[in-house]
């Protein structure tokens, strides 16, 4: 009976049109009324501490440091970097997606500032190359979503507060899986483009390469830093954000000198905006999830799951199923911040790493971010690359194929992931 109040009070509110955050409270006042629990304040009092969270505390500032280092330059000199390794090679402009997008997400954390940052780049670029303009788009779209994988990821960041577990192990675990995203789209890319007549780059020197480096070198020592710090404990996530920021601030501003101090403001605005939305979806699913917990959902859900939880792979692959359609309906946040909580309990009865379950849950939410008909990321490059919303979707399905082959190799080989992560630990 809960489960089944639960969703028809969460789908309900969406089929009315409510957003996602206002749907979440709808269902908390649902599970309220049906446990004899209903109080205001009780509501109120829950909405407030689901966002009163130190480690949330680093959503706003990698937002930030995506904003600054997108306006200050720092993107457009990895891109430039990139063309001169890679550019020449057949196909080469989309190994210069694929790359750019895999260093600039160890950058930003954000699959939408990515992708929109890469489709402004690239997109102008392979069309007069002759390459297919919905392949493209579908490619960098698909690129963009190594983001949330690789550290530093808001993504991570949600998943380990609402599942309380540890974010910097998330972080570090993810870096293997999040590079082993750009090798699959590599590979995927190679075979689409092996009769491909478009026009490569002409070949850079070593003198173009070093200089290329060069000037790229202070955006990519970011990376490294943060990574450095969270392996040897200098500062912790929400600390590692603040100074990506101020770094990206500095280099941006002092530096580089593309950022002029005027456009600060906008971009603080920008970046409070997409947090407030964040925050206030986060504050709202942990309504829900309080209610969760004290109606005994996950209880429910493990009874009916109990034949999986002696074969944790299979119980996996069912989870990663019903993330897959949920992803096609939702957001990557709301999704996190709904399932978690429901699916963490089962995930703990069958024996399953958390912070392995947290790489594979969120691999597959960053898909979900490129399924239509929702995908946020191709309607991102979409508006941006000035395409219709089906030639992104006729152009990523190889990849996104791909990328789910992938994620399910991980389910059945789970030292790809564990292994790594254990000696960046």
């Known amino acids: 009976m809960t489960i089944a109040i639960f969703l028809g ?16 409270l709808v269902t908390g006042a649902a599970l309220m009324w049906q446990l004899n629990l209903f109080d205001p304040q009780i509501l109120a009092q829950n909405l407030i501490e689901g966002a009163n969270s130190f480690p949330l505390l ?6 930030l440091a995506g904003e600054i280092m997108n306006a ?33 997400g160890a950058l930003s954390g954000s699959a939408v500032a990515d992708a929109a940052a890469l489709a402004a780049l690239l997109l102008p670029v392979m069309n007069r190359a002759g390459y297919d303009r919905a392949r493209s788009a579908g490619l960098i779209a698909a690129g963009s979503i190594v983001a ?8 991570f960041v949600i998943f380990g507060v609402t ?30 483009s092996r009769g491909s007549s478009a026009t490569p780059t002409p070949r850079a020197s070593r003198a173009q390469v070093l200089a290329a480096l060069r000037d790229a070198t202070l955006a990519l020592v970011l990376p490294l830093i943060v990574i450095a710090g969270l392996k040897f404990g200098v500062f912790t996530p929400t600390e590692a954000a603040v100074v990506a920021a101020v770094y990206a ?35 709202a699913a942990m309504v829900s999830a309080w209610l969760i917990t004290v109606a005994n959902l996950p209880g429910e859900l493990i009874s009916l799951l109990q034949p999986l939880l002696d074969n944790p792979t299979l119980l996996l692959m069912v989870i990663m199923v019903i993330t897959m359609l949920v992803g096609t309906a939702m957001d990557m946040t709301p999704t996190i911040v709904i399932l978690t909580p429901v699916f963490m309990p089962l995930v703990k009865a069958a024996g399953i790493d958390p912070v392995y379950f947290g790489v594979l849950f969120m691999i597959n939410n960053a898909i979900g971010l490129i399924t239509p008909p929702v995908g946020t990321v191709l309607s991102t490059v979409a508006g941006v690359g000035k395409l219709r919303m089906d030639e992104v979707t006729r152009g990523v399905w190889p990849f996104m194929l791909a990328q789910f082959a992938l994620m399910f190799l991980l389910v059945l080989f789970p030292s790809l992931v564990m292994v790594p992560a254990r000696w960046f630990y």
């Open 9 to 24: 009070a969460l789908l309900a509110a969406m089929a009315l049109g409510l957003p996602i955050a206002f749907s979440l």
């Open 58 to 63: 680093a959503v706003p500032f990698f937002m």
């Open 72 to 104: 200050g330059g720092l993107s457009r000199r990895i891109v430039h970097f990139a063309m001169t390794l890679v550019g020449h090679l057949r196909g080469g402009l989309g190994y210069v997606a694929i790359m750019a997008a895999v260093l600039m």
């Open 148 to 155: 949330p994988i690789i550290p530093p990821s808001i993504g």
């Open 163 to 192: 599942a309380n577990v540890s974010i910097s192990k998330l972080f570090l675990a993810g870096i293997v899986p999040g590079l082993m995203l750009g090798a699959v789209l590599a590979c995927t890319w190679w075979w689409l």
């Open 249 to 283: 601030l500095l280099i941006s501003t002092l530096v580089y000198r593309e950022l002029p101090w005027r456009k600060l403001p906008g971009l603080f605005v920008a970046a409070a905006q997409t947090t407030a939305v964040i925050m206030f979806l986060v504050a």
